[in-house]
Structures are given as C-alpha cells and as structure tokens.
C-alpha cells in the first residue's frame, strides 16, 4: 500500500496562510486519487478537498472554498493543500489519504485506502 508523510503544519494567526505537502511512497502515486482531511479535537473527521488522479478535477468542502487550493505533482509523487485566509475555525489535525478506485455520489468523501500520520495546522486569534 502506498505510505503517505504530510507537512507543513504550524502556527498561524487568523488571516494568516500555510502550505501543507503530503509526500507518497512508491511509483505509482499517479494512479491515485488524493484528499485532505482534518479532524478537530472533539469531533469527527471532515472532509477538506480532493483532487483526481490526472489532476483534471477538484473537489472542496463548503466551508474552505475559495480559501483552499488542492494540487498535485505526481513527478515528485506529492500533493498539495495551500490554505489562504485561514480561519480559528480551521485549527485541526490534517490528514491525507489515498484512494485507487470507487465512485458515486460523493465519491471523494470515501473509500480512502491510506492515511498519513497527520499534521497539526492551529490558527489563532
């Protein structure tokens, strides 16, 4: 299975930006469609974004559109997640998964086959 390193988590005052990688193992990263996750303390895991394995469609939450920009590089086998305008609401572990294959609706929100080990991302006020 393929093994996922996120990083990039830190602290960042409200208005502030980040940019998180999620690097993966092996050399068939390109077969994989990628999301982000994140999970505040107290609640359950959210999806944040998606994006496909040739790159040509991405997919947001509500609540990061326009603030969050999801991309990839399979050359260097990583995937992006640039967070603008970043909000205390925001604060949370980020998670990136990896998924093969599976639609229907909502397809980006499941499925995932792989996790990395998270990265904390703390907005402040």
């Known amino acids: 299975q393929v093994q996922l390193v996120e990083s990039g988590g830190g602290l960042v005052q409200t208005g502030g930006s980040l940019r998180l990688s999620c690097a993966a193992s092996?050399?068939?990263?390109?077969?994989?469609?990628m999301g982000w996750f994140r999970q505040a303390p107290g609640k359950e895991r959210e999806f944040v974004s998606a994006i496909t394995w040739r790159g040509d469609s991405t997919y947001y939450a509500d609540s990061v559109k326009g603030r969050f920009t999801i991309s990839r590089d399979n050359a260097k086998n990583t995937v992006y997640l640039q967070m603008n305008s970043l909000k205390p609401e925001d604060t949370a572990v980020y998670y990136c998964?990896?998924?093969?294959?599976?639609?229907?609706?909502?397809?980006?929100?499941?499925?995932?086959?792989?996790w990395g080990q998270g990265t904390q991302v703390t907005v402040s006020s």
């Open positions: 998964g990896a998924r093969s294959r599976g639609g229907g609706s909502r397809w980006y929100e499941y499925g995932y086959d792989a």
């Open positions: 092996g050399r068939t990263f390109g077969s994989y469609d």
